[in-house]
């Protein structure tokens, strides 16, 4: 009997326990040469977000905030060295929470930043 009591509990908190990192939005962020869109990226500092990155372009992308990733605590998804790489057509999502302020984003192919594809994060 005991043990069917600690067993109906614990699933009881697990059904009421709340979701802290669990995304309350979403934010799509569209590559495509040479550009992310939206640009500026706005953000909710402390509050969780998913990042769903989209690569429309015909060419390799990638989404380079070192800064930003490194301040954020990332909750799923990767970004190793703080870059998502994504061939053409492919997208990545990241769940994280952002702390405030602003970062920068840029696209790491050769001469893409030169060409503009570049932005700001910013979180407030």
Do not use: W
Request: glycine content about 10%; proline content about 6%; hydrophobic content about 45%.
């Amino acid at each position: 009997m005991k043990r069917f009591f600690f067993a109906a509990f614990g699933s009881l908190l697990m059904l009421t326990a709340p979701a802290a990192a669990a995304p309350r939005t979403s934010v799509t962020i569209t590559l495509t040469s040479h550009r992310y869109t939206p640009s500026p990226i706005y953000l909710a500092g402390g509050v969780p977000v998913r990042l769903i990155l989209q690569n429309r372009g015909g060419k390799d992308h990638d989404f380079s905030a070192a800064k930003f990733f490194r301040s954020s605590r990332l909750v799923a998804g990767r970004a190793p060295s703080g870059e998502v790489r994504l061939g053409p057509g492919q997208s990545a999502i990241i769940d994280l929470i952002p702390v405030r302020g602003s970062y920068k984003v840029h696209c790491g192919e050769f001469g893409h930043k030169l060409l503009g594809m570049s932005t700001m994060i910013i979180v407030l």
